[in-house]
Protein backbone atom coordinates (compact mmCIF):
# COMPACT_ATOMS: atom_id res chain seq x y z
CA UNK A 1 0.00 0.00 0.00
CA UNK A 2 1.64 3.27 -0.85
CA UNK A 3 2.72 5.57 1.42
CA UNK A 4 0.73 8.35 0.17
CA UNK A 5 -2.45 6.79 -0.27
CA UNK A 6 -2.12 6.54 4.17
CA UNK A 7 -1.30 10.13 4.03
CA UNK A 8 -3.55 13.03 5.86
CA UNK A 9 -3.38 14.61 1.96
CA UNK A 10 -5.02 12.33 0.73
CA UNK A 11 -7.89 11.75 3.44
CA UNK A 12 -9.30 14.91 2.63
CA UNK A 13 -12.47 14.44 1.72
CA UNK A 14 -14.30 16.19 -0.96
CA UNK A 15 -16.87 17.74 -1.96
CA UNK A 16 -19.97 15.78 -1.82
CA UNK A 17 -18.34 13.67 0.70
CA UNK A 18 -21.41 12.20 3.64
CA UNK A 19 -19.57 12.95 6.89
CA UNK A 20 -22.19 9.83 8.32
CA UNK A 21 -19.80 7.21 6.34
CA UNK A 22 -17.24 8.48 9.21
CA UNK A 23 -18.80 6.20 11.79
CA UNK A 24 -18.72 3.12 10.18
CA UNK A 25 -15.23 3.63 8.98
CA UNK A 26 -14.54 4.22 12.75
CA UNK A 27 -16.88 1.10 14.21
CA UNK A 28 -15.28 -0.70 11.91
CA UNK A 29 -11.88 -0.93 13.85
CA UNK A 30 -13.35 -0.41 16.66
CA UNK A 31 -16.08 -3.81 16.73
CA UNK A 32 -12.33 -5.45 16.07
CA UNK A 33 -10.20 -4.13 18.96
CA UNK A 34 -13.32 -4.66 21.62
CA UNK A 35 -12.50 -8.34 20.83
CA UNK A 36 -10.29 -7.77 23.59
CA UNK A 37 -12.84 -7.40 26.36
CA UNK A 38 -13.94 -11.12 25.40
CA UNK A 39 -10.33 -12.58 25.49
CA UNK A 40 -11.15 -14.73 28.38
CA UNK A 41 -12.96 -17.40 26.32
CA UNK A 42 -9.09 -18.30 25.21
CA UNK A 43 -8.34 -18.49 28.99
CA UNK A 44 -9.39 -22.32 29.54
CA UNK A 45 -8.86 -23.75 26.03
CA UNK A 46 -5.15 -22.42 26.14
CA UNK A 47 -4.19 -23.77 29.31
CA UNK A 48 -5.60 -27.31 27.64
CA UNK A 49 -3.64 -26.98 24.88
CA UNK A 50 -1.88 -30.33 26.00
CA UNK A 51 -4.37 -32.03 27.83
CA UNK A 52 -7.58 -31.36 26.33
CA UNK A 53 -10.23 -32.01 27.87
CA UNK A 54 -8.21 -31.05 31.43
CA UNK A 55 -4.79 -29.22 32.31
CA UNK A 56 -1.38 -31.88 31.72
CA UNK A 57 1.65 -31.59 32.94
CA UNK A 58 3.81 -28.88 30.61
CA UNK A 59 0.25 -27.07 29.61
CA UNK A 60 -0.14 -23.51 30.90
CA UNK A 61 -1.52 -22.25 34.13
CA UNK A 62 -4.70 -19.98 34.05
CA UNK A 63 -2.96 -17.58 36.11
CA UNK A 64 0.07 -17.11 33.51
CA UNK A 65 -2.73 -16.94 30.68
CA UNK A 66 -4.51 -14.13 32.35
CA UNK A 67 -1.59 -11.99 32.28
CA UNK A 68 -1.75 -12.05 28.37
CA UNK A 69 -5.02 -9.83 28.82
CA UNK A 70 -3.08 -7.59 31.13
CA UNK A 71 -0.17 -6.71 28.84
CA UNK A 72 -2.55 -5.91 26.39
CA UNK A 73 -4.36 -3.61 28.57
CA UNK A 74 -1.49 -1.86 30.13
CA UNK A 75 0.18 -1.45 26.64
CA UNK A 76 -3.47 -0.29 25.18
CA UNK A 77 -2.57 2.76 28.00
CA UNK A 78 0.94 3.70 27.05
CA UNK A 79 0.73 3.57 23.64
CA UNK A 80 -2.54 5.52 23.23
CA UNK A 81 -0.08 7.98 25.83
CA UNK A 82 3.13 7.46 23.14
CA UNK A 83 1.41 7.72 20.17
CA UNK A 84 -1.33 10.50 20.84
CA UNK A 85 0.75 13.05 18.98
CA UNK A 86 1.79 11.05 16.08
CA UNK A 87 -1.85 9.52 15.53
CA UNK A 88 -2.94 13.43 15.42
CA UNK A 89 -0.26 14.55 12.93
CA UNK A 90 -0.51 11.60 10.64
CA UNK A 91 -4.01 11.49 10.17
CA UNK A 92 -6.43 8.66 11.22
CA UNK A 93 -5.79 6.86 7.63
CA UNK A 94 -2.50 5.70 8.46
CA UNK A 95 -3.07 5.41 11.96
CA UNK A 96 -5.71 3.05 11.72
CA UNK A 97 -3.89 0.89 9.27
CA UNK A 98 -0.91 0.61 11.64
CA UNK A 99 -3.14 -0.41 14.26
CA UNK A 100 -4.72 -3.16 12.07
CA UNK A 101 -0.98 -4.35 11.36
CA UNK A 102 -0.36 -4.13 14.95
CA UNK A 103 -3.73 -6.05 16.31
CA UNK A 104 -3.75 -8.48 12.83
CA UNK A 105 -0.14 -9.26 13.61
CA UNK A 106 -0.66 -9.81 17.66
CA UNK A 107 -3.05 -12.66 16.71
CA UNK A 108 -0.10 -14.19 14.15
CA UNK A 109 2.48 -13.52 16.76
CA UNK A 110 0.72 -15.37 19.09
CA UNK A 111 -0.49 -18.24 16.97
CA UNK A 112 3.15 -18.93 16.44
CA UNK A 113 3.66 -19.09 20.16
CA UNK A 114 0.78 -21.75 20.35
CA UNK A 115 2.16 -23.80 17.52
CA UNK A 116 5.69 -23.47 19.48
CA UNK A 117 4.51 -23.75 23.21
CA UNK A 118 6.22 -20.66 23.99
CA UNK A 119 3.73 -18.74 26.47
CA UNK A 120 5.99 -15.62 25.76
CA UNK A 121 5.33 -15.18 22.17
CA UNK A 122 1.57 -14.71 23.15
CA UNK A 123 2.77 -11.82 25.43
CA UNK A 124 4.66 -10.21 22.92
CA UNK A 125 2.18 -10.65 20.28
CA UNK A 126 -1.55 -10.49 21.59
CA UNK A 127 -0.21 -8.33 24.85
CA UNK A 128 2.49 -6.38 23.23
CA UNK A 129 1.49 -5.83 19.86
CA UNK A 130 -1.89 -6.19 19.89
CA UNK A 131 -2.13 -4.04 22.63
CA UNK A 132 -0.28 -1.24 20.71
CA UNK A 133 -3.06 -1.88 18.30
CA UNK A 134 -5.42 -1.35 20.76
CA UNK A 135 -4.39 1.78 22.25
CA UNK A 136 -3.41 3.28 18.34
CA UNK A 137 -6.84 2.27 17.40
CA UNK A 138 -8.93 3.60 19.84
CA UNK A 139 -7.77 7.03 19.51
CA UNK A 140 -7.37 7.44 15.73
CA UNK A 141 -10.79 8.01 14.95
CA UNK A 142 -11.98 10.46 17.50
CA UNK A 143 -10.29 13.50 16.72
CA UNK A 144 -11.33 12.99 13.07
CA UNK A 145 -15.17 12.15 14.69
CA UNK A 146 -15.51 15.75 16.87
CA UNK A 147 -13.61 17.36 13.89
CA UNK A 148 -16.95 16.01 11.52
CA UNK A 149 -19.56 16.66 14.01
CA UNK A 150 -18.81 19.92 15.48
CA UNK A 151 -22.29 20.07 16.27
CA UNK A 152 -22.76 16.65 17.94
CA UNK A 153 -19.58 15.51 19.54
CA UNK A 154 -20.90 13.33 22.20
CA UNK A 155 -23.30 11.37 19.31
CA UNK A 156 -20.42 10.96 17.13
CA UNK A 157 -17.67 9.40 19.37
CA UNK A 158 -20.14 7.57 21.39
CA UNK A 159 -21.57 5.47 17.98
CA UNK A 160 -17.40 4.66 17.79
CA UNK A 161 -16.63 4.05 21.25
CA UNK A 162 -20.17 1.51 21.00
CA UNK A 163 -17.92 -0.72 18.83
CA UNK A 164 -15.56 -1.20 21.51
CA UNK A 165 -17.79 -2.34 23.60
CA UNK A 166 -19.84 -4.14 20.96
CA UNK A 167 -16.59 -5.68 19.68
CA UNK A 168 -17.00 -8.45 22.85
CA UNK A 169 -20.57 -9.70 21.89
CA UNK A 170 -19.49 -10.39 18.49
CA UNK A 171 -15.82 -11.96 19.64
CA UNK A 172 -17.30 -14.06 22.48
CA UNK A 173 -19.59 -16.47 20.08
CA UNK A 174 -17.39 -16.01 17.70
CA UNK A 175 -14.00 -17.38 19.11
CA UNK A 176 -16.45 -20.31 20.16
CA UNK A 177 -18.04 -21.25 16.74
CA UNK A 178 -13.87 -21.10 15.26
CA UNK A 179 -12.49 -23.57 17.84
CA UNK A 180 -15.47 -25.76 17.63
CA UNK A 181 -15.10 -25.92 13.59
CA UNK A 182 -11.46 -26.12 13.67
CA UNK A 183 -11.31 -28.71 16.78
CA UNK A 184 -10.14 -32.16 16.02
CA UNK A 185 -9.60 -35.18 18.22
CA UNK A 186 -5.39 -34.00 18.66
CA UNK A 187 -6.41 -30.28 19.05
CA UNK A 188 -8.26 -27.84 20.82
CA UNK A 189 -8.65 -25.61 17.39
CA UNK A 190 -7.03 -22.03 19.14
CA UNK A 191 -4.21 -22.10 16.95
CA UNK A 192 -6.38 -21.89 13.62
CA UNK A 193 -8.82 -19.82 15.16
CA UNK A 194 -6.11 -16.76 16.20
CA UNK A 195 -4.57 -17.08 12.87
CA UNK A 196 -8.28 -16.52 11.00
CA UNK A 197 -9.28 -14.28 13.92
CA UNK A 198 -6.03 -11.98 12.71
CA UNK A 199 -6.75 -12.20 9.02
CA UNK A 200 -10.63 -11.16 9.57
CA UNK A 201 -9.92 -8.51 12.06
CA UNK A 202 -7.25 -6.89 10.21
CA UNK A 203 -9.47 -6.77 6.67
CA UNK A 204 -12.34 -5.55 8.63
CA UNK A 205 -9.88 -2.79 9.99
CA UNK A 206 -8.93 -1.99 6.43
CA UNK A 207 -12.66 -1.40 5.68
CA UNK A 208 -12.14 1.94 8.00
CA UNK A 209 -9.02 2.60 7.37
CA UNK A 210 -9.97 2.96 2.74
CA UNK A 211 -13.12 4.69 4.02
CA UNK A 212 -12.19 7.12 6.86
CA UNK A 213 -11.89 10.81 5.76
CA UNK A 214 -11.12 14.17 7.71
CA UNK A 215 -13.18 17.22 6.83
CA UNK A 216 -11.46 19.58 4.69
CA UNK A 217 -10.09 22.92 6.75
CA UNK A 218 -12.51 25.28 8.04
CA UNK A 219 -15.46 22.79 7.33
CA UNK A 220 -18.61 23.14 8.78
CA UNK A 221 -21.52 21.42 8.82
CA UNK A 222 -24.05 23.26 6.52
CA UNK A 223 -26.35 25.49 8.25
CA UNK A 224 -24.53 24.48 11.45
CA UNK A 225 -23.19 28.08 13.42
CA UNK A 226 -21.42 28.10 16.25
CA UNK A 227 -22.78 29.50 19.20
CA UNK A 228 -22.24 33.11 19.66
CA UNK A 229 -22.63 32.60 23.17
CA UNK A 230 -20.97 29.17 24.19
CA UNK A 231 -21.66 27.11 27.90
CA UNK A 232 -19.25 28.25 30.42
CA UNK A 233 -17.62 25.27 30.17
CA UNK A 234 -17.12 25.11 26.44
CA UNK A 235 -14.21 26.71 24.75
CA UNK A 236 -13.41 28.22 21.38
CA UNK A 237 -9.75 28.18 22.03
CA UNK A 238 -7.26 25.87 21.77
CA UNK A 239 -4.95 24.24 24.34
CA UNK A 240 -2.08 21.54 23.11
CA UNK A 241 -1.06 18.47 24.26
CA UNK A 242 2.50 19.23 25.30
CA UNK A 243 0.35 22.10 27.61
CA UNK A 244 -2.50 20.09 28.36
CA UNK A 245 -1.25 17.87 31.18
CA UNK A 246 -0.05 20.62 32.79
CA UNK A 247 -3.37 22.40 33.60
CA UNK A 248 -5.33 20.97 36.48
CA UNK A 249 -8.42 20.53 34.10
CA UNK A 250 -6.42 17.53 32.76
CA UNK A 251 -5.73 16.00 36.33
CA UNK A 252 -9.33 16.47 37.23
CA UNK A 253 -10.73 14.46 34.39
CA UNK A 254 -7.72 11.84 34.89
CA UNK A 255 -9.28 11.44 38.27
CA UNK A 256 -13.20 11.94 37.23
CA UNK A 257 -12.21 8.90 34.34
CA UNK A 258 -10.30 6.96 36.87
CA UNK A 259 -12.77 6.53 39.44
CA UNK A 260 -16.01 6.22 37.36
CA UNK A 261 -13.70 3.23 35.43
CA UNK A 262 -12.07 1.57 38.79
CA UNK A 263 -15.98 1.66 40.10
CA UNK A 264 -17.49 0.02 37.22
CA UNK A 265 -14.46 -2.44 36.00
CA UNK A 266 -14.19 -3.75 39.57
CA UNK A 267 -17.50 -5.46 39.54
CA UNK A 268 -17.46 -6.07 35.74
CA UNK A 269 -14.47 -8.68 36.32
CA UNK A 270 -15.86 -10.29 39.25
CA UNK A 271 -19.65 -10.06 37.83
CA UNK A 272 -20.08 -13.86 37.30
CA UNK A 273 -18.79 -14.93 40.81
CA UNK A 274 -20.61 -12.17 42.56
CA UNK A 275 -23.88 -13.04 41.86
CA UNK A 276 -23.74 -16.45 42.66
CA UNK A 277 -22.00 -15.69 45.94
CA UNK A 278 -25.04 -13.21 46.74
CA UNK A 279 -27.97 -15.32 45.68
CA UNK A 280 -26.45 -19.17 46.24
CA UNK A 281 -28.65 -21.56 45.08
CA UNK A 282 -30.65 -19.47 42.73
CA UNK A 283 -27.87 -18.33 40.26
CA UNK A 284 -26.10 -21.11 38.57
CA UNK A 285 -22.28 -20.73 36.20
CA UNK A 286 -24.55 -20.55 33.38
CA UNK A 287 -27.32 -17.92 34.12
CA UNK A 288 -24.21 -16.12 35.84
CA UNK A 289 -22.51 -15.97 32.28
CA UNK A 290 -26.19 -14.42 30.94
CA UNK A 291 -25.69 -11.96 33.66
CA UNK A 292 -22.05 -11.30 32.15
CA UNK A 293 -23.45 -10.84 28.76
CA UNK A 294 -26.19 -8.51 29.81
CA UNK A 295 -23.53 -6.20 31.30
CA UNK A 296 -21.59 -6.27 27.87
CA UNK A 297 -24.86 -4.98 26.19
CA UNK A 298 -25.70 -2.40 28.89
CA UNK A 299 -21.93 -1.50 28.66
CA UNK A 300 -22.22 -1.16 24.78
CA UNK A 301 -25.49 0.94 24.79
CA UNK A 302 -24.77 3.23 27.23
CA UNK A 303 -21.90 4.49 25.40
CA UNK A 304 -24.03 5.66 22.74
CA UNK A 305 -26.85 6.49 24.92
CA UNK A 306 -24.88 8.65 27.52
CA UNK A 307 -22.42 10.31 25.18
CA UNK A 308 -25.48 11.64 23.07
CA UNK A 309 -27.16 12.87 25.64
CA UNK A 310 -23.98 14.71 26.91
CA UNK A 311 -24.88 17.18 23.74
CA UNK A 312 -28.12 17.96 25.13
CA UNK A 313 -27.55 18.24 28.89
CA UNK A 314 -23.66 19.01 28.82
CA UNK A 315 -20.69 17.26 29.57
CA UNK A 316 -20.25 17.97 33.34
CA UNK A 317 -23.65 17.26 33.87
CA UNK A 318 -23.70 14.03 32.08
CA UNK A 319 -21.08 12.55 34.48
CA UNK A 320 -23.08 14.23 37.45
CA UNK A 321 -25.53 11.82 36.60
CA UNK A 322 -22.83 8.89 36.06
CA UNK A 323 -21.58 9.81 40.14
CA UNK A 324 -25.01 10.51 41.83
CA UNK A 325 -27.04 7.90 40.17
CA UNK A 326 -23.75 5.60 40.33
CA UNK A 327 -23.68 6.37 44.44
CA UNK A 328 -27.21 5.55 44.38
CA UNK A 329 -26.72 2.53 43.15
CA UNK A 330 -23.92 1.51 44.49
CA UNK A 331 -25.64 1.60 47.80
CA UNK A 332 -29.29 0.01 47.11
CA UNK A 333 -27.44 -3.44 45.44
CA UNK A 334 -26.69 -4.73 49.33
CA UNK A 335 -30.23 -4.17 50.02
CA UNK A 336 -31.16 -5.72 47.01
CA UNK A 337 -28.92 -8.93 47.61
CA UNK A 338 -30.36 -8.77 51.13
CA UNK A 339 -34.28 -9.09 50.08
CA UNK A 340 -33.28 -11.27 47.43
CA UNK A 341 -34.69 -9.70 43.81
CA UNK A 342 -32.51 -10.93 41.17
CA UNK A 343 -34.36 -8.38 39.20
CA UNK A 344 -33.73 -5.45 40.98
CA UNK A 345 -29.67 -6.53 41.04
CA UNK A 346 -29.38 -7.26 37.58
CA UNK A 347 -31.25 -3.91 37.01
CA UNK A 348 -28.52 -1.92 39.14
CA UNK A 349 -26.01 -3.38 37.43
CA UNK A 350 -27.02 -2.80 33.87
CA UNK A 351 -27.48 1.29 34.61
CA UNK A 352 -24.11 1.21 36.81
CA UNK A 353 -22.15 -0.61 34.06
CA UNK A 354 -23.98 1.77 31.02
CA UNK A 355 -22.53 4.14 33.10
CA UNK A 356 -19.12 2.97 32.75
CA UNK A 357 -19.49 2.85 29.42
CA UNK A 358 -20.53 6.42 28.90
CA UNK A 359 -17.85 7.18 30.68
CA UNK A 360 -14.98 6.32 28.33
CA UNK A 361 -17.58 7.65 25.27
CA UNK A 362 -18.40 11.00 26.58
CA UNK A 363 -14.79 12.31 27.86
CA UNK A 364 -13.37 13.02 24.02
CA UNK A 365 -15.74 15.37 24.54
CA UNK A 366 -15.92 16.85 27.21
CA UNK A 367 -11.72 16.92 26.53
CA UNK A 368 -13.04 18.81 23.31
CA UNK A 369 -15.17 21.14 25.39
CA UNK A 370 -12.27 22.03 28.10
CA UNK A 371 -9.20 22.09 25.48
CA UNK A 372 -10.55 22.83 22.17
CA UNK A 373 -10.12 20.62 19.03
CA UNK A 374 -6.62 21.02 18.22
CA UNK A 375 -5.10 18.26 19.51
CA UNK A 376 -7.61 16.53 21.04
CA UNK A 377 -7.04 13.00 19.84
CA UNK A 378 -3.71 13.07 21.66
CA UNK A 379 -5.22 14.76 24.40
CA UNK A 380 -7.70 11.91 25.29
CA UNK A 381 -4.51 9.30 24.76
CA UNK A 382 -2.23 10.64 27.57
CA UNK A 383 -5.97 10.73 29.76
CA UNK A 384 -6.21 7.10 29.23
CA UNK A 385 -3.51 6.42 31.25
CA UNK A 386 -6.18 6.54 33.96
CA UNK A 387 -8.25 3.07 32.37
CA UNK A 388 -4.96 1.50 32.26
CA UNK A 389 -4.42 2.60 36.26
CA UNK A 390 -8.10 1.63 37.05
CA UNK A 391 -7.74 -1.63 35.27
CA UNK A 392 -5.32 -2.67 37.93
CA UNK A 393 -6.58 -0.62 41.01
CA UNK A 394 -10.59 -1.76 40.43
CA UNK A 395 -9.95 -5.36 40.56
CA UNK A 396 -7.33 -5.57 42.77
CA UNK A 397 -9.83 -3.79 45.65
CA UNK A 398 -12.83 -6.00 44.69
CA UNK A 399 -10.53 -9.29 45.15
CA UNK A 400 -8.78 -8.29 48.01
CA UNK A 401 -11.58 -6.49 50.50
CA UNK A 402 -13.74 -9.55 49.11
CA UNK A 403 -10.93 -12.31 50.45
CA UNK A 404 -10.43 -9.89 53.19
CA UNK A 405 -13.83 -10.33 54.50
CA UNK A 406 -14.00 -13.74 53.77
CA UNK A 407 -11.01 -14.87 55.75
CA UNK A 408 -12.47 -12.64 58.78
CA UNK A 409 -15.91 -15.22 58.98
CA UNK A 410 -17.82 -13.06 56.77
CA UNK A 411 -20.33 -14.72 55.10
CA UNK A 412 -19.85 -14.94 50.96
CA UNK A 413 -23.26 -13.12 50.50
CA UNK A 414 -22.65 -10.41 52.52
CA UNK A 415 -18.97 -10.07 51.64
CA UNK A 416 -19.32 -7.40 48.75
CA UNK A 417 -21.50 -4.85 50.38
CA UNK A 418 -18.28 -3.31 52.17
CA UNK A 419 -17.00 -3.29 48.82
CA UNK A 420 -20.25 -1.64 46.98
CA UNK A 421 -20.25 1.33 49.98
CA UNK A 422 -15.91 1.70 48.87
CA UNK A 423 -17.68 1.87 45.20
CA UNK A 424 -19.48 4.69 46.52
CA UNK A 425 -16.42 6.74 48.28
CA UNK A 426 -14.84 6.39 44.73
CA UNK A 427 -17.42 7.76 43.26
CA UNK A 428 -18.28 10.77 45.66
CA UNK A 429 -14.33 11.20 44.95
CA UNK A 430 -14.94 11.49 41.42
CA UNK A 431 -17.92 13.80 42.00
CA UNK A 432 -15.79 16.45 44.03
CA UNK A 433 -13.38 16.46 40.96
CA UNK A 434 -16.22 16.91 38.49
CA UNK A 435 -17.98 19.75 40.25
CA UNK A 436 -14.40 21.58 40.53
CA UNK A 437 -13.92 21.48 37.27
CA UNK A 438 -13.74 25.14 35.52
CA UNK A 439 -12.36 26.80 32.18
CA UNK A 440 -8.83 26.50 31.69
CA UNK A 441 -6.70 29.42 32.39
CA UNK A 442 -6.22 31.60 29.10
CA UNK A 443 -2.48 31.76 29.64
CA UNK A 444 -2.47 27.93 29.02
CA UNK A 445 -4.51 28.08 25.27
CA UNK A 446 -2.12 27.78 22.63
CA UNK A 447 -1.36 31.20 20.39
CA UNK A 448 -0.29 29.94 16.84
CA UNK A 449 -1.91 28.76 13.73
CA UNK A 450 -3.90 25.82 14.05
CA UNK A 451 -4.02 23.69 11.30
CA UNK A 452 -7.81 23.20 11.29
CA UNK A 453 -8.69 26.45 11.73
CA UNK A 454 -8.55 27.88 8.39
CA UNK A 455 -10.77 29.51 5.78
CA UNK A 456 -14.50 28.71 4.61
CA UNK A 457 -15.07 25.50 3.81
CA UNK A 458 -15.95 23.39 1.33
CA UNK A 459 -19.86 21.54 1.16
CA UNK A 460 -19.70 18.30 2.46
CA UNK A 461 -22.98 17.49 4.01
CA UNK B 1 -22.73 7.92 -2.10
CA UNK B 2 -25.98 6.68 -0.61
CA UNK B 3 -25.41 3.22 -1.18
CA UNK B 4 -21.87 3.58 -0.21
CA UNK B 5 -23.38 4.78 3.04
CA UNK B 6 -26.10 2.26 3.74
CA UNK B 7 -23.59 -0.74 2.27
CA UNK B 8 -21.32 0.47 5.54
CA UNK B 9 -23.94 0.75 7.86
CA UNK B 10 -24.78 -3.14 6.55
CA UNK B 11 -21.33 -3.73 7.05
CA UNK B 12 -20.93 -3.17 10.77
CA UNK B 13 -24.98 -3.54 11.67
CA UNK B 14 -25.23 -6.95 10.50
CA UNK B 15 -22.32 -8.05 12.90
CA UNK B 16 -23.28 -5.80 15.76
CA UNK B 17 -26.68 -7.21 15.34
CA UNK B 18 -25.50 -10.75 15.37
CA UNK B 19 -23.53 -10.28 18.52
CA UNK B 20 -26.36 -8.32 20.38
CA UNK B 21 -28.82 -11.01 19.34
CA UNK B 22 -26.46 -13.96 20.51
CA UNK B 23 -26.32 -12.01 23.88
CA UNK B 24 -29.97 -11.20 24.24
CA UNK B 25 -31.24 -14.90 24.10
CA UNK B 26 -28.33 -16.17 26.80
CA UNK B 27 -29.35 -13.07 28.71
CA UNK B 28 -33.42 -14.47 28.70
CA UNK B 29 -31.89 -17.37 30.56
CA UNK B 30 -31.50 -14.99 33.77
CA UNK B 31 -35.55 -14.78 33.87
CA UNK B 32 -36.54 -18.27 33.14
Given at each position: ???SF??????IA?????R?L????????????????A?????????????L????????????????????????????A???????????R??????A?????G?????V???????????????V??????????????????????????????????G??????I????????M???????????L?????????????????????R?????????????????????????????????T??????????????????????????M??????????????????????????????????????????????????????????????????ST???????????????????????????I?????????H???????????????????????????????K??????????????????????I??????P?????????D????????? | ????????????????????W????N??????
Open positions: MSSLSRENTGPGFNFVPPAALAVHLCIGQAYFSTFNLPLTRLIGTESAPGDWNLKDVGWIFSIAIVFLGLSSVFGRWVERVGPKSMFVSLCFGGFLVSAGIQLHALWLLYLGYGLGGCGLGIAYISPVSTLIKWFPDRPGMATGMAIMFGGGALAAPLSVLLKHFATATSKGVETFVTMGVIYFMFMMIGVVTVVPAPGWRPSGWVPSEHPKALVTTANVSAAVAWRPQFWLLWMVLCMNVTAGIGVLGQASPIQEMFPGRVTAITAASFVGLMSLFNMLGRFFWASTSDFIGRRNTYMVYFVLGILMYSLVPYFGHIGALFVGAFCIIISMYGGGFSTIPAYLRDFGTFQVGAIGALLTAWSAAGVFGPVLVNYIRAYQIDHGVPAQAYSITMYIMCALLLVGLICNAMRAVNKFHHQGAVSAAPAGSKQS | MKTRLGIMWLVVGIPLLWGANTLQALKLFQ
